[in-house]
């Protein structure tokens, strides 16, 4: 163990996010006082708020689970929310992190900092190795400061950041918003709607072709855990479930876990996005972390947590 949490603050940084949700859920398992601050309390692209909450909040650590995200649409039509306020939040946090001596900060980046055309699956060493995929290129290259970030901050004044690289997540608290929402949370939305509509057609964006590896929010949650607690490094950490699906597969999983079957029918207008986004996750297995659950489990859990929330 690298740093024990017994008894520590932790200020878990986005919290009512899918993926600050799932850590504080996580954390809520350890024996550490876990903080969170709504956007009513602070707001995070305002540096003087986070200065003056980090002054008097005083944690021993961060998980910095707070960003601006969304879908492949959402992404290349807001390409200035995406960079800016993503920015924002880091280097507001980070100096106030630094400002308060705060020694353990987590970054969480995204598999879309990789190069669009990167050799599969990826390794941490093909960052900065070739051009963006396009349609994210603006959330990616902030989500690449943020690593830099951390980076810098354990060059210049030795503190012992680190970075987390999560795949394409989802889980209770997704964002089922048909135009911001990533893929799997729609199709999760399409079919149940489908099913109740006694629809024919579900449609899908893009080809159907490209491949994405999906990991359940919770998973990611206990692999942050593991990493906060065992790993100190320079480099970034790829966190996946090692498994990727075509777009197409992925809509016959989740109309097999709602129990509606229809038609694909493909909107070429919307764009495909990356071809194929499937990380090595090595480094991580190699520390003694592999606990993804299965896809179908996944969506299970996850369409059980929809239900919940928007009626059966
Ligand atoms: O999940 P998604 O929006 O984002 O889309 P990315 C993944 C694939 O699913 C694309 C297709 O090929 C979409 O065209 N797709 C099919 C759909 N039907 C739908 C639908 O109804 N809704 C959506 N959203 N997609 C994001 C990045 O890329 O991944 C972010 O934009 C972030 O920056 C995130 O990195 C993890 O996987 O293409």
Same mark, same amino acid.
């Given at each position: 163990?690298?740093?024990?949490? +017994?008894?520590?603050?932790?200020?878990?940084?986005? !919290?009512?996010?899918?993926?600050?949700?799932? %850590? %504080? #859920? #996580?954390?809520?398992?350890?024996?550490?006082?876990?903080i969170t601050a709504? #956007?009513? =309390? =602070?707001?995070? +692209?305002?540096?003087?708020?986070?200065?003056?909450?980090?002054?008097?909040?005083?944690?021993?650590?961060?998980v910095m689970a707070a960003a601006k995200v969304g879908g492949i649409l959402a992404n290349d039509t807001h390409p200035v929310d995406f960079l800016v306020e993503n920015l924002q939040i880091e280097t507001n946090i980070a100096a106030a992190a630094h400002a308060n001596d705060v020694d353990r900060?987590?970054?969480?980046?995204?598999?879309?900092?990789?190069?669009?055309?990167?050799?599969?699956?990826?390794?941490?060493?093909?960052l900065l190795t070739g051009p963006l995929e396009p349609t994210n290129e603006w959330y990616a290259i902030a989500k690449i400061a943020g690593i830099k970030l951390a980076q810098a901050y354990r060059k210049q004044y030795g503190r012992d950041w680190i970075s987390a690289m999560p795949t394409n997540l989802y889980g209770p608290g997704d964002n089922y918003d048909l135009n911001s929402? !990533?893929?799997?949370?729609?199709?999760?939305?399409?079919? !149940? $709607?489908?099913?109740?509509?006694?629809? #024919?057609?579900?449609?899908?964006w893009g080809s159907g072709t490209p491949l994405r590896e999906f990991l359940h929010c919770d998973d990611l949650a206990d692999a942050l855990v593991f990493l906060l607690k065992d790993y100190s490094g320079y480099e970034h950490v790829n966190v996946g479930s090692g498994v $990727?699906?075509?777009?197409?597969?992925?809509? $016959? +999983?989740?109309?097999? %876990? =709602?129990?509606?079957?229809?038609e694909l029918v493909f909107d070429a207008t919307k764009p495909d996005g990356t071809p194929r986004k499937l990380m090595d996750s090595a480094r991580l297995h190699a520390m003694g972390w592999n606990g993804a659950r299965s896809l179908e489990d996944g969506i299970r859990d996850a369409y059980a947590a929809f239900l919940a929330v928007n009626g059966g």
């Open positions: 163990m690298v740093w024990d949490l +017994t008894g520590k603050r932790i200020w878990v940084a986005g !919290h009512r996010g899918m993926v600050g949700g799932a %850590v %504080v #859920r #996580r954390l809520a398992t350890e024996d550490c006082e876990v709504g #956007r009513d =309390v =602070v707001d995070l +692209t305002r540096q003087a708020e986070v200065e003056d909450w980090m002054a008097e909040a005083k944690p021993d650590a961060i900060f987590l970054f969480l980046g995204s598999s879309c900092i990789y190069p669009k055309l990167a050799p599969q699956p990826m390794a941490e060493d093909s929402s !990533h893929v799997l949370p729609a199709l999760l939305r399409k079919f !149940h $709607e489908a099913k109740q509509a006694g629809a #024919r057609q579900v449609e899908l $990727e699906v075509s777009i197409r597969e992925l809509a $016959e +999983t989740i109309a097999k %876990v =709602v129990g509606y079957d229809a």
